[in-house]
């Protein structure tokens, strides 16, 4: 199992950074794939990033790829979205995943994470 716990929101302006931290106080984060999401006003949750257990793979969706990097420490078992150059766009609550897809594709799936942390505003002014 895993509870989750992500920390790092706020309120920030555009061009500026954040990092987005997702604690696991279970015990087997390191199988776990790790997933963030995000959610805006009216929309679905959409996927952001995903990094492999290990964390020698990672992926990213079309718009946030370039601008943010998805790590892990599993010593730690913390997971840290870094995200620079953010945009209005960018504002919604991040949510952090854990789960176990059976393929790469999957990782882009919400039904492929079992545990989710609770969510950090992330808002971004223009």
């Known amino acids: 199992q895993a509870q989750l716990v992500e920390s790092g929101g706020g309120l920030v302006q555009a061009g500026n950074s954040l990092r987005l931290s997702c604690a696991d106080s279970?015990?087997?984060?390191?199988?776990?794939?790790m997933g963030w999401f995000r959610q805006a006003p009216g929309k679905d949750r959409e996927f952001v990033a995903a990094?492999?257990?290990?964390?020698?793979?990672?992926s990213y969706s079309d718009s946030v790829k370039g601008r943010f990097t998805v790590s892990r420490d599993n010593d730690k078992n913390t997971a840290y979205l870094h995200m620079n150059s953010l945009r209005p766009e960018d504002t919604a609550v991040y949510y952090c995943?854990?789960?176990?897809?059976?393929?790469?594709?999957?990782?882009?799936?919400?039904?492929?994470?079992?545990?989710w942390g609770q969510g950090t505003q992330v808002t971004v002014s223009s």
């Open positions: 279970g015990h087997t984060f390191s199988t776990f794939v």
């Open positions: 990094i492999r257990g290990p964390g020698d793979s990672t």
């Open positions: 995943a854990a789960g176990r897809p059976a393929f790469a594709a999957a990782w882009y799936w919400r039904s492929s994470y079992a545990y």
